[in-house]
């Protein structure tokens, strides 16, 4: 080469402003630095769960994590349980919760789990729209805490791997009604006891859970759910599948005189039995008497005992008052869950024993004549003169039954209710309630609407999802018989990765220049 040639070549190569060189990547740099001992390689294997399920409702997740690569996983590490519109993890992915993976996962091993999450109260970000499917994911060790050869797979491998898809249906609702009621004997006195038997059906298409029915007693010719209620007790109701019947008794012991409310000089009350006294089938209260005397109500008749006096005195009694009530948020979001904060005083000259707080959601009102229920403390009792702070975590739910419609942006407030059920004898109730300041609800429905969503009728719920059901039923099915195939697979037959790792020689591949530059000098010099 003459020396004009390599000099035009030199102006070629330098004569045009610095050179810039490009370096391989950190994460190759990584893997060159790990070569000389084996790593892991973590990925979700199994995903299933429910095929349906309702907003904000728990579901179950079970899964399985595999090590594919050639070293064991040093440390624990978690795996996250996300949820998407889409079926891939992205920056709108809504994580649900986490499961940690005890240390030791040795290579060629796979680790089953199983986690009870609860899925978001509202549609998630980017969901498209009228399609109801809520894509669950798995990212195995987000926090990349264990090295490993290939981390690109740590999430989206596939479809029954780390990734599986609940259909949004809203959950069948139930209807428990007292369908008969009796008492035994018919007439008797206080201080005696009082057996009471009802029938207890559930008319609807939803399985209901174990409830209690609650046993009232009103003045005869005062109607229930006026004020001058008192409750007996309770009776336990076993859970009950849709269309089936219950039979339930209990025998109650009455108090010696009539309760405060009761001693109107009254002889003969109504009993009404209340279904679902814990508001677990329908959150609107308060509940009233439906049907009537023979079918949810009865007569009885309570007289004095000959020896008693004609105007029982009643001296040492509780008398329980609610302070202020403040919840933790002023903006309250539709199936989201906040706390309420309140304290109950006994004013009165004696404890009162195990007593309920109840916490409703009313109207700017705070008229407590239709609320929504929102949670009980139970307080075991309180001495005289004392004061019990309580702070209580409710939830808003996420759906109201049929027919039932509430205004989804505007005003309401929190009520904290001593003694709701009226079961503690008292020196009167006057002070039992007590509100919040108004708080706004931001209630927009899943469909974009400013109403809160319903539960639909249940004829027209289950016709409506049955093609739905028994296609995500099917689709489970396959996914659960492929899994159960995967877990008996100690080592995966193929590797699960959707992105292969990049390929990487030994040190004298290493190079800081591409190749075709280093040809371009070798040429040149």
């Known amino acids: 080469m003459s020396d004009k040639r390599r000099s035009e070549g030199r102006r070629r190569a330098w004569g045009r402003g610095p050179i810039i060189l490009r370096f391989d990547s950190l994460e190759k740099r990584e893997v060159l630095s790990a070569a000389g001992h084996a790593l892991p390689d973590l990925v979700g294997s199994s995903l299933v769960t ?167 007693l009103t003045p005869a010719g005062i109607n229930q759910g006026t004020g001058w209620d008192v409750t007996i007790g309770s009776i336990a109701v076993p859970a009950i599948l849709p269309w089936q019947t219950v039979n339930v008794e209990k025998s109650f012991a009455l108090p010696a005189i009539p309760p405060v409310l009761l001693a109107t000089g009254a002889d003969q009350f109504t009993l009404t039995i209340l279904p679902d006294a814990d508001f677990l089938t329908n959150p609107v209260g308060p509940h009233y008497a439906v049907s009537g005397i023979g079918i949810d109500q009865a007569t009885v008749g309570i007289s004095l005992s000959a020896d008693a006096t004609a105007a029982p005195a009643h001296e040492d009694l509780p008398d329980l008052a609610v302070a202020t009530v403040s919840p933790s948020k002023g903006d309250l979001v539709w199936g989201g869950d906040f706390d309420v904060n309140t304290a109950v005083q006994n004013m009165g000259t004696v404890d009162p024993g195990p007593f309920r707080v109840r916490f409703l959601l009313t109207g700017p009102s705070g008229n407590t004549g239709r609320t929504i229920f929102l949670g009980d403390a139970i307080v075991p009792g309180l001495a005289p003169g004392y004061s019990q702070p309580i702070t209580q975590t409710v939830t808003l739910p996420s759906r109201l039954p049929s027919g039932i419609i509430l205004d989804g942006i505007g005003q309401a407030k929190i009520v904290a209710v001593a003694d709701p059920e009226n079961g503690i004898n008292e020196t009167f109730k006057n002070n039992n309630t007590a509100t919040s300041a108004p708080v706004s609800l931001r209630l927009l429905g899943s469909d974009g609407s400013t109403f809160v969503p319903n539960t639909p009728d249940p004829e027209t719920l289950l016709n409506a999802n049955r093609p739905t059901l028994a296609r995500y039923q099917k689709a489970a099915k396959l996914a659960q018989t492929a899994a159960a195939t995967r877990a008996g697979q100690v080592t995966p037959q193929k590797k699960l990765f959707r992105h292969p790792p990049p390929k990487v020689g030994g040190n004298n591949s290493l190079s800081v220049f591409p190749k075709k530059v280093a040809n371009f000098f070798k040429d040149i010099f």
């Not at 349906?52 to 399985?64: P, Y």
């Not at 993890?89 to 809504?94: D, F």
């Not at 789990?113 to 978001?120: I, K």
């Open 50 to 216: 429910v095929p349906s399920a309702d907003w904000g409702s728990t579901v179950t997740v079970t899964g399985q994590v595999t090590n594919q690569g050639e070293g064991d996983a040093a440390g624990p590490f978690n795996v996250a349980i996300l949820a998407g519109g889409r079926p891939m993890v992205n920056r709108l992915s809504v994580a649900l919760g986490d499961v940690t993976i005890p240390d030791g996962l040795a290579a060629g091993q796979s680790i089953p789990f199983t986690a009870t999450v609860r899925l978001p109260a509202n549609p998630v970000p980017g969901m498209a729209a009228g399609n109801g499917l809520l894509h669950l994911s798995l990212k195995v060790d987000p926090h990349n805490q264990v090295p490993e050869t290939n981390e690109r797979n740590n999430a989206g491998v596939g479809s029954g791997y780390d990734q599986t898809v609940v259909s949004i249906v809203p959950a069948q609702p139930a209807q428990l009604l007292a369908t008969s009621v009796g008492t035994y004997p018919a007439a008797t006195t206080w201080g005696k006891s009082l057996a009471v038997t009802t029938q207890i059906t559930n008319k609807s298409y939803g399985a209901a859970p174990a409830t209690r029915a609650q046993v009232v």
